[in-house]
């Protein structure tokens, strides 16, 4: 009976240390040191929040860059990708068709090559960057919408590159972040 009551005994103590008290410490300290981040890099528009500089958003008006193809319906309440293999014929034929409507969409032609990341969804299906040169690609349809020079949306691009963790990788942009430098282009 004594162990019982010892294992209870630590089971509710470190249920209230573990559970309770860590949490709330970990949190204040977070909103303290990190607000922004703890708060989920939430980007806010005259004092409305438009989106989450983290997660990805499905744009497909000609006037906007676009990002990544989503698994899962660019839906936030969850994560995942596909699971579809490579040689999975579904995927495949996904591919082929995201393939094709980019180049419908960037007027390429039938033998250009179409950047990976504009055609395969990430692991999360929430990816909110694209590499430099995916967004290169989409300049000219933007600023011919836009009726812009092709040199504005450049500049838009450049403003916005992000080094990859510590420096090791491939520059991106956030979709979102040019979306809305956009917003200043005047048509």
């Known amino acids: 009976m004594k162990e019982i009551k010892n294992a209870l005994l630590m089971f509710a103590v470190f249920t209230v240390i573990l559970g309770i008290i860590y949490p709330v410490v970990i949190t204040g300290i977070s909103q303290v040191v990190f607000p922004y981040q703890a708060n989920g890099d939430l980007i806010t528009e005259n004092e409305k929040v438009i989106g ?55 007027s390429l032609s039938e033998n250009s090559t179409v950047p990976a990341d504009l055609v395969l969804s990430s692991g999360s299906g929430l990816e909110a960057y694209i590499f430099v040169d995916s967004a290169r690609l989409q300049v000219p349809r933007i600023a011919k919408s836009r009726g812009v020079t092709e040199t504005e949306i450049e500049t838009i691009i450049e403003n916005n590159i992000e080094d990859s963790c510590l420096g090791t990788g491939t520059p991106m942009v956030n979709v979102l972040k040019l979306n809305i430098a956009l917003g200043n282009v005047r048509r």
């Open 52 to 106: 989450s500089e983290l997660i990805g958003q499905n744009f497909t008006s000609p006037i906007y860059f676009h990002g990544r193809p989503s698994a899962i319906g660019y839906d936030s309440g969850i994560s995942g990708g596909s699971n579809l293999g490579p040689t999975n014929q579904k995927l495949v034929d996904q591919i082929e068709e995201r393939v094709q409507l980019i180049r419908i969409q960037e």
